[in-house]
C-alpha cells in the first residue's frame, strides 16, 4: 500500500487537491450557465468520482509494502471493522448533502461566494473537531490563527457577494421595463423570469433568432446568461441562496471528521489486534456512500423537481449526451480531490489538510475568467475581492505550515 509519510509530500497532496476540488465546481457550473439539467449532471458526476475512487484503490491500495498494521485494500475488505466503516460511510453521507445543496446555491450566490461560505464554515466546525481527535498533533499557535483568517474570509466574501448583486442590480435598473434582444421582448421589471420555453428549450437554442453575444459584465450580458441557465435565479430571493450555503457548509464541516475516525478510531471501537481502516479503504466507503447519497437524491428531484426546474426522467437522462464528457471530467477532479485530501491528512493530520478548503481561490479564478463573474463591478467590489483572496490565501498558509507529524498506529 503506498503511503505518503513525509510533511512536503502532504503538502504537495494539499496544493494538488485545492486545484482539483476548486476546478470541479466551476465545470459544474459551467454546465449549468450552459442550460444541461443540473440533476443530468450531477448523477454522472457522481457515478464517475465513485469510479475514480475505486481505481485509486485498486491500485495504490495494493501497491508496495504490506504489514499486519497496514493490509492491503482487498484483503481489508474482509475483515471485522463495520464499526469504522460506517463512520466513513457517514461522511460520504455529509458530503453528498453538501455537494447536492451546492449546485443550487452556485446559480443563487455565485460560485465564487458560495465556495467561500461553505469553506469558511467547513473549517470553522471541521478543523476544530480534527485538531481534539488528532490528539493535537498540529500546532495549535498556528492552526488557529488561519481558523481566524478563514473566519474573516467569510465576512469578507458575504461582502463581496452583497457588493456585487447592488452593482447588478443597478446595471439592470438602467435598462427600460422591457428589453428587446433581436425582437423577442424580455420583461425584467422587478427582476421577473424571463419569456417562456417553446417546447422546453428557448428559441435561440432552437437556432430561430440569431443571438448577438453581449459583453461580459452588462446588463445585457446577465440577461441572455438567464435565459440561457437551467436554474432560474431573477426575482428569488437571497436569503435562499445564502440559507443553502450554510446548510452545505455545515454538511461539509462534518465529513472529514468522520473520516478521520474512520481512519484512527479514536473512540476505540474497533476489537483488538484488528488494524485501523486504511485511507484507501475508507475512501472507498466514503466516496460508495456519497455517490449513493447523490444519485438517490438526484433521481428523485427528475420526478420531484425543485426551484422550478423542469421535470425530467431517467430516459432523458440516459439520452442526453450533450455535456457529458465536462461532467465525467468533473467527477474525475472531485474524486482524486478526495483522495489527496486524505492521503495528506493522514499523513499530517486532518486539521492541517483542512486547508485544501482554501478551494475558492481557484474556483474564484475560474469565476473571474471562465464566467466574467464581477466584470464591471464598482471599485468597491474589487477591493473586497482582493482582501478576500488575500485572507484565504494567508489561511492557507497557516494550515499548512501548523501540519504535524502523525504516530505509526498501533492496533
Known amino acids: 500500500m503506498y503511503v505518503v509519510e513525509s510533511k512536503a509530500g502532504a503538502i504537495v497532496c494539499m496544493l494538488f487537491s485545492i486545484i482539483f476540488l476548486g476546478t470541479w465546481p466551476a465545470v459544474i457550473n459551467l454546465l449549468e450557465r450552459r442550460g444541461r439539467h443540473p440533476q443530468h449532471t450531477y448523477i454522472d458526476d457522481s457515478i464517475t468520482s465513485l469510479l475514480a475512487a475505486t481505481i485509486i484503490a485498486l491500485t495504490l491500495g495494493q501497491i508496495g509494502d504490506i504489514n499486519p498494521d497496514m493490509p492491503s485494500f482487498t484483503s ?7 464499526s469504522c466503516v460506517l463512520f466513513a460511510m457517514a461522511g460520504g453521507v455529509f458530503q453528498g448533502l453538501g455537494n447536492v445543496s451546492t449546485q443550487f446555491s452556485w446559480a443563487f450566490v455565485g460560485l465564487s461566494a458560495t465556495e467561500v461560505i461553505t469553506s469558511s464554515i467547513a473549517v470553522a466546525i471541521g478543523t476544530t473537531m480534527n485538531y481534539f481527535l488528532d490528539e493535537r498533533i498540529n500546532k495549535a499557535s498556528i492552526l488557529f490563527i488561519g481558523v481566524g483568517c478563514f473566519l474573516t474570509a467569510v465576512f469578507l466574501g458575504a461582502a463581496v457577494h452583497c457588493s456585487n448583486a447592488t452593482d447588478n442590480e443597478a446595471k439592470l435598473s438602467s435598462l427600460p421595463d422591457t428589453y428587446t434582444e433581436k425582437a423577442r421582448v424580455i420583461k425584467i421589471s422587478g427582476f421577473q423570469s424571463v419569456s417562456p420555453n417553446k417546447d422546453g428549450l428557448k428559441e435561440f437554442e432552437l437556432g430561430t433568432i440569431p443571438i448577438e453575444k453581449a459583453k461580459l459584465g452588462t446588463a445585457e450580458f446577465l440577461i441572455q446568461l438567464e435565459n440561457r441557465r437551467a436554474i432560474k435565479v431573477f426575482g428569488k430571493r437571497k436569503l435562499l441562496g445564502l440559507g443553502i450555503a450554510f446548510f452545505a457548509g455545515v454538511c461539509f464541516s462534518l465529513d472529514s471528521p468522520a473520516f478521520n475516525l474512520a481512519t484512527n478510531d479514536h473512540w476505540h471501537m474497533m476489537k483488538k489486534g484488528i488494524p485501523h481502516l486504511v485511507v484507501y479503504n475508507a475512501l472507498f466507503y466514503f466516496s460508495a456512500s456519497c455517490s449513493i447519497t447523490s444519485i438517490v437524491l438526484n433521481l428523485s428531484f427528475l420526478y420531484h423537481p425543485i426551484l422550478n426546474l423542469p421535470r425530467s426522467s431517467l430516459r432523458a437522462y440516459l439520452n442526453d449526451w450533450n455535456g457529458r464528457g465536462l461532467a465525467i471530467l468533473s467527477g474525475l477532479l472531485c474524486g482524486f480531490g478526495n483522495c489527496l485530501h486524505f492521503i495528506a491528512g493522514q499523513a499530517a493530520g486532518y486539521a492541517a489538510a483542512d486547508s485544501v478548503q ?36 494567508a489561511a492557507t498558509g497557516f494550515l499548512m505550515g501548523s501540519s504535524g507529524h502523525r504516530k505509526p498506529m498501533s492496533m
Open 358 to 393: 482554501a478551494l475558492p481561490i481557484v474556483s474564484t479564478l475560474w469565476a473571474i475568467f471562465l464566467f466574467g463573474e464581477y466584470r464591471r463591478s464598482s471599485k468597491r467590489t474589487y477591493v473586497l475581492l482582493g482582501s478576500m483572496l488575500a485572507m484565504f490565501s
Open 76 to 82: 481489508q475488505l474482509f475483515q471485522n471493522n463495520w
